[in-house]
């Protein structure tokens, strides 16, 4: 089946701009979640949806970034004022319900997408 | 102090090798520990959960020591196909359902 899609693959910005990253899960997953991954290092953690809501929403480095999943499903990151910093590859990731008591559920992640800001 | 600490290698082995990697975390209500793989420009992959003292599948073993906070992989007969960088991941338990990775280790096996 089809697995996590995220557009656009690769996203080429210039200093101060807008963009908007899309992911879209695997059909029938509840939990969604984004990670930033920078060169050489591993992912990081930025936000959590169950459902529609934000979980935890703890990784966001500041409130230039926003994320969206208005009908459960499609979810958009935001970025506002984009910043040379920014760049990174941004992974989403879905599970089918997030927890199964203390264990999480397996994330499967999409292909990412490749932010550049000049 | 980075909450997962690995050796980010590379290491570069032989095939039919066997290469142990390392994996250290600092928070020990962590619960759930993984090792991800990523091939180069790919997203990362769930290779093997470890939720008790090891788990083995395969030329793969993990294992776990809460006591020590460590994480290893040992990888048995390697392949030319086990070449990517090996992710150390952990989970904490109560109610945060976000995954903690380490750096990665680099692994390349060579003819």
């Known amino acids: 089946g089809a697995g996590v899609s995220q557009t656009p693959s690769n996203k080429v910005t210039e200093k101060g701009k807008y963009v908007e990253l899309r992911c879209d899960p695997i059909s029938g997953h509840t939990a969604l979640y984004w990670y930033r991954q920078s060169l050489g290092q591993g992912p990081e953690f930025l936000i959590y949806f169950q459902g529609t809501g934000a979980a935890d929403d703890s990784g966001l480095p500041n409130d230039r970034f926003f994320a969206v999943r208005p009908e459960g499903s499609v979810s958009t990151l935001k970025i506002q004022r984009t910043e040379r910093g920014d760049s990174a590859v941004y992974l989403c990731?879905?599970?089918?319900?997030?927890?199964?008591?203390?264990?999480?559920?397996?994330?499967?992640f999409g292909p990412g997408t490749r932010l550049t800001v000049l | 102090r980075k909450e997962v600490e690995q050796d980010p290698g590379p290491f570069n082995v032989p095939e039919g090798a066997t290469v142990a990697f390392n994996c250290t975390y600092s928070?020990?209500?962590?619960?759930?520990f993984f090792w991800y793989r990523q091939d180069c420009r790919k997203e990362p992959k769930l290779l093997m959960s470890?939720?008790?003292s090891g788990n083995e599948d395969g030329r793969f073993t993990a294992q776990l020591n809460r006591a020590s906070q460590y994480i290893s992989l040992l990888i048995r007969d390697s392949k030319l196909s086990d070449s990517a960088t090996y992710l150390c991941v952990v989970h904490m338990a109560g109610g945060y359902n976000k995954l903690i990775f380490g750096a990665g280790t680099r692994l390349a096996v060579h003819p």
């Open positions: 990731a879905s599970s089918l319900g997030g927890l199964a008591g203390d264990r999480p559920d397996t994330q499967y």
């Open positions: 470890v939720y008790s």
């Open positions: 928070n020990s209500a962590s619960q759930s």
